[in-house]
C-alpha cells in the first residue's frame, strides 16, 4: 500500500477514464493508488481489498485523502460482492498476471460494469521476443512471489478482446520499482443487455 497522504504512484491520469461527479469507480488495487487519485473527481470509489488483513490499512489511505467518498471493504475479485452493472470504471493494477485463470477476474469484471463501463489496467509487460520474454519471466517471479504468468503488450491485449473488451488506448512505460515495464492500458466494455 502507499503511504496515507503521499501522492500515488501510478498516474491513471493519463488513461483518460472518463470520470464524473456521477462516476463509481471500483479499485481492484488499492495499493496502487488509482482509486485515491480519481476520488476528488468522482462520486465514489470502493477499494476492494482480497486480505483481510490490510483491510484496516486501507482505511487508513481513505482517511487521509480526507475526499469522504472512499470505502474500503474486503471481497474476493472471482466473486465480486456488487450486483450487476454497480460500476462506470473498474482499475485493476497488476491482478493478471497473478491469477491462474484472468479470464474469470475479467468475467467478474465484466459483470459489475455499468454497459459501456471503463476498465483501467496496469500489468507487467513481457518483450514480443521469446527470449527475452523467458529472462523478464524469471525476473518477474523471482520479484513477485504472486507472479503466475506474464504477457507481451499483443498477448495483454488479445486476453482483453477475448473477455469482451474494446482496448481504445494502450501506453507502455518504464515503471518506478521492481517491475521493469509496465503497459498501462484504457479499455471500453463492449455489453449486449439485448
Known amino acids: 500500500m502507499i503511504e496515507p497522504g503521499r501522492a500515488p504512484d501510478a498516474d491513471w491520469r493519463f488513461l483518460q477514464v472518463p470520470r464524473g461527479r ?4 471500483l479499485d481492484l488495487s488499492p495499493e496502487a493508488g488509482g482509486g485515491l487519485a480519481l476520488a476528488p473527481e468522482v462520486h465514489q470509489v ?7 488483513a490490510r483491510l484496516d ?11 469522504g467518498n472512499i470505502l474500503a471493504m474486503t471481497g474476493d475479485p472471482h466473486a465480486l ?10 482499475l485493476c493494477a497488476g491482478q493478471i498476471h497473478r491469477r491462474e485463470d ?10 459489475v460494469l455499468q454497459p459501456r463501463g471503463w476498465l483501467g489496467v496496469a500489468e507487467p509487460i513481457l518483450s514480443e521476443h521469446a527470449a527475452e520474454a523467458a529472462v ?24 482483453l478482446a477475448r473477455s469482451g473488451f474494446e482496448v481504445v488506448g494502450a501506453e507502455t512505460r518504464e515503471a518506478r ?9 484504457a479499455l471500453k466494455i463492449e455489453r449486449d443487455h439485448g
Do not use: K, N, W
Open 22 to 25: 456521477r462516476d463509481v469507480v
Open 46 to 52: 470502493i477499494l476492494l481489498v482480497s486480505d483481510p
Open 57 to 67: 490499512e486501507a482505511r487508513a489511505h481513505t482517511t487521509a485523502a480526507g475526499s
Open 81 to 90: 460482492p456488487f450486483l450487476e452493472a454497480s460500476f462506470t470504471s473498474v
Open 102 to 111: 484472468p479470464t474469470a477476474l475479467l468475467g467478474e469484471i465484466r459483470r
Open 136 to 159: 523478464q519471466e524469471r525476473d518477474l517471479r523471482d520479484r513477485d512471489p504472486g507472479h503466475v504468468r506474464g504477457r507481451s503488450a499483443s498477448a495483454l491485449q488479445d486476453l
Open 177 to 185: 520499482g521492481v517491475l521493469g515495464c509496465t503497459a498501462l492500458l
